[in-house]
């Protein structure tokens, strides 16, 4: 598994798959927040994240759940997005839930369409 840095788990989600798709923050000035400080933002390459949904799907093949990693994967664009969600897919077709954590502004500049 690809992680870069230190990798923050809800502590109400123990036990689901990680998959780490971003590392930093794009924002990364919230007063209250400092856990991307001395980290830059960038996108996983698609390479890393195939590899780690490939060993997700050795070692866990029935998951149901994951989380994306880091701060705001919403932020990356649709067509990424979608790609990153049909290899999920492709993997481990059993998925149900994908969570995690984003900026409600990376939310909004997405479209219906």
């Given at each position: 598994?690809?992680?870069?840095?230190?990798?923050?788990?809800?502590?109400?989600?123990?036990?689901?798959?990680?998959?780490?798709?971003?590392?930093?923050?794009?924002?990364?000035?919230?007063?209250?927040?400092?856990?991307y400080k001395d980290l830059s933002f960038w996108m996983s390459p698609m390479e890393w994240i195939e590899?780690?949904?490939?060993?997700?799907?050795?070692?866990?093949?029935?998951?149901?759940?994951?989380?994306?990693?880091?701060?705001?994967?919403?932020?990356?664009?649709?067509?990424?997005?979608?790609?990153?969600?049909?290899?999920?897919?492709?993997?481990?077709?059993?998925?149900?839930?994908?969570?995690?954590?984003?900026?409600?502004?990376?939310?909004?500049?997405?479209?219906?369409?």
């Open positions: 598994m690809h992680f870069t840095g230190t990798v923050y788990r809800n502590p109400y989600w123990p036990t689901w798959p990680l998959l780490e798709i971003t590392q930093g923050c794009t924002h990364n000035r919230c007063k209250f927040c400092t856990m590899e780690d949904l490939k060993e997700l799907s050795e070692t866990d093949p029935d998951a149901r759940t994951i989380q994306l990693l880091s701060a705001n994967p919403l932020v990356l664009t649709y067509d990424k997005l979608a790609a990153i969600f049909e290899m999920i897919h492709r993997y481990l077709p059993r998925m149900e839930y994908i969570y995690l954590a984003g900026r409600v502004t990376d939310l909004k500049n997405k479209t219906v369409e």
